[in-house]
């Protein structure tokens, strides 16, 4: 059966985590909407669907994993967290591929391949 809630213990790694991203709760839009899909009588009239928008990046999340709204609200700032990582990972790799293309620009050529390039 799953829990309604997540445990205090998860809470706190969830916060450290944000507060190790730079996440604050004040950069985060929530809001609740009734989720879609399967799942009757519970799905048409509550609210569980969370949708979170981290307002400096522009970055939207939505989850609707489970019929619980606390639940869907914690997995939701964790698939937050996971979007910011991704996209500093990206960002990060740009920055090193931008880096080795000008590293290779201005190697120098060694005498073997300069002799090479000329003979053709």
Do not use: W, Y
Request: hydrophobic share 35%; net charge positive.
């Amino acid at each position: 059966m799953s829990q309604t809630t997540p445990s205090l213990d998860k809470q706190s790694t969830l916060a450290r985590r944000m507060a190790g991203l730079g996440l604050r709760e004040e950069d985060l839009r929530e809001s609740f909407v009734r989720s879609s899909g399967h799942g009757g009588q519970n799905v048409n009239k509550v609210a569980t669907c969370a949708v979170l928008v981290h307002l400096p990046t522009g970055l939207q999340v939505r989850c609707q994993a489970t019929r619980h709204q606390a639940m869907n609200r914690f997995l939701a700032r964790q698939l937050l967290c996971d979007k910011v990582e991704a996209r500093r990972r990206a960002r990060a790799a740009e920055i090193q591929a931008r880096i080795a293309k000008v590293r290779r620009q201005r190697r120098k050529r060694s005498r073997a391949t300069k002799e090479r390039i000329l003979a053709d």
